[in-house]
């Protein structure tokens, strides 16, 4: 299941599309960065530098300050799999936050998507 040429990708790239996909559904970048913090741990001022860098997408989950313990809380399907039974812990990772992304997409109210 691992994918080296995605874990390869710079994260701003990745971010960029999720910023499309979002507003395309009316939400705000805010609420994006919102997600990210939530599982990856970092604050606003690291998840800018972390942007403004050429960090790849593997580089972002490995500098992560920490991931949220509530990840567990995250199930469902995407691109086909469950996310819950994924095996490789950066792949997960990386699901896991495409996840969040197509919920927010869906109009789902923030406080649900940060599973608390």
């Known amino acids: 299941m691992a994918n080296p040429k995605l874990f390869q ?5 990745i ?3 999720y910023q499309q996909k979002i507003t395309k559904k009316q939400r705000s970048t805010d609420d994006l ?4 913090m939530w599982l990856t741990g970092y604050n606003p001022t690291e998840l800018n530098r972390q942007l403004a ?6 580089e972002f989950f490995d500098q992560a300050p920490t991931i949220n313990p509530n990840v567990t ?3 469902g399907t995407i691109c086909g799999v469950r996310v819950e039974t994924i095996a490789d812990p950066l792949m997960q990772r990386t699901r896991y936050l495409d996840k969040l992304v197509d919920e927010l997409a869906k109009g789902r109210p923030l406080v649900k ?3 608390h």
Request: aromatic share 8%; net charge neutral; glycine share 4%.
């Open 9 to 13: 990708m710079p994260f701003s790239k």
């Open 15 to 17: 971010y960029g599309l």
């Open 33 to 36: 960065d919102a997600i990210i």
């Open 53 to 58: 860098e050429p960090v790849t997408l593997a």
């Open 73 to 75: 809380l995250i199930t």
């Open 113 to 115: 998507i940060l599973r």
